[in-house]
């Protein structure tokens, strides 16, 4: 096979986008041969993109169609991703899935298992693993430039959402629709990033409050307290309530400090370790600790979906492997989970949560709302 055929499952906006790079020859070695479109006004835009896809009015037409295509594309609501996810692997079809893997760890785990079992390909549309700012900040952590890690601190505000936004879908904003809230739609890439850098934490502590700015029962704000085996603490607060767009991540480690502010990044360089300059310093405070402070911009980058498409389209094709691996996925909603179940019970869980006891709570929170 010297080229990738895809399947788009959902032609709302992301699902168009994509539509439009594929068909517009922006994929090397990829075309876009099928889509689903439910009704006709998706179908009149479907038959203008190059390379005449054809079109199929459900999901039904498309997997009794499996010859059209090697690949699934899957940017459809939350709930649907698991299914369409596991009737493609039994076709034996790759499949790359936007984010995210469903909206339960179960969920996430059973598209997982279901890849494995029919040894395919299994990605996620996590592109912002992409952005340079993230990348140096993983290799700055895989190197160990800033030592031992001891604190870490998050505020995300860049994602304000209007009333407009939470009603422009049936299914947003809702227990039933999509989920949860602003953890299970905006801060999927965030929690991504985070336990991409950082790995999983060991207890979780989340304070909710629950519609807070909205007239609905999800999240549109949320604290998480994480600690991590080895003594590191760490704040993740998420709101999509405020006016004001901060993005800003501070990371303490025994030898440096980092502090990303939307892509300005200060690195900051200790000549001590200041585990050991606590305990054999003559002085009362940092007199004797040398620090030199380094400043890097970043130029905002266009969104890397279509490296994310071909990266996707090499692992099927040559091998290579993927950026975001779809098992990664479980990490983020393992994080949203254990956060609404923390919060609903106001305890500290312990990850990892089991998937029967939140599918459990969540099936509640869909009866009450």
């Not at 936004?165 to 989920?179: A, I, L």
Request: hydrophobic share 40%; net charge negative; with cysteine.
């Amino acid at each position: 096979m010297d080229k990738m055929r895809i399947a788009l499952i959902g032609v709302g906006v992301m699902g168009k986008k994509y539509a439009y790079m594929i068909s517009g020859g922006e994929v090397p070695r990829t075309e876009l041969t099928a889509m689903v479109c439910r009704n006709e006004k998706a179908a009149e835009w479907a038959r203008e993109l190059n390379g005449s896809p054809r079109i199929f009015k459900n999901t039904d037409e498309l997997f009794a169609n499996p010859e059209l295509y090697d690949g699934v594309l899957i940017v459809t609501p939350h709930k649907t991703h698991p299914e369409l996810a596991r009737r493609a692997f039994e076709l034996g079809k790759d499949v790359m899935c936007d984010k995210p893997a469903g909206i339960s760890i179960g969920d996430a785990m059973q598209m997982s298992s279901d890849a494995e079992k029919y040894g395919k390909v299994y990605a996620m549309m996590f592109h912002q693993r992409l952005y340079p700012k993230y990348l140096r900040l993983k290799e700055i952590l895989q190197n160990g430039e800033i030592g031992s890690l001891k604190r870490i601190m998050l505020v995300n505000t860049r994602y304000m959402r209007t009333a407009h936004y939470h009603h422009s879908g049936s299914w947003r904003s809702s227990w039933n629709g999509e989920g949860g809230g602003a953890l299970i739609n905006q801060g999927q890439h965030i929690l991504d990033i985070w336990q991409w850098l950082f790995g999983m934490p060991e207890k979780l502590y989340a304070d909710i409050p629950f519609g807070k700015y909205n007239d609905f029962k999800v999240d549109d704000e949320a604290t998480l307290h994480m600690r991590y085996k080895n003594g590191l603490t760490a704040v993740f607060m998420l709101s999509t309530g405020e006016a004001v767009w901060q993005e800003r991540l501070e990371v303490t480690g025994s030898r440096g400090k980092l502090l990303l502010e939307d892509n300005t990044l200060h690195i900051w360089r200790f000549d001590k370790d200041c585990d050991e300059y606590i305990k054999t310093a003559d002085v009362n405070s940092r007199e004797k600790l040398g620090i030199t402070e380094e400043i890097v911009e970043f130029v905002p980058p266009e969104e890397p979906y279509v490296p994310m498409l071909e990266n996707f389209t090499k692992a099927v094709l040559d091998g290579t492997p993927l950026t975001a691996e779809g098992k990664s996925a479980v990490n983020a909603l393992m994080l949203t989970n254990a956060a609404y179940y923390s919060a609903y019970k106001g305890v500290p869980v312990e990850l990892p949560i089991d998937a029967s006891e939140y599918k459990a709570l969540l099936e509640k929170f869909c009866d009450e709302e």
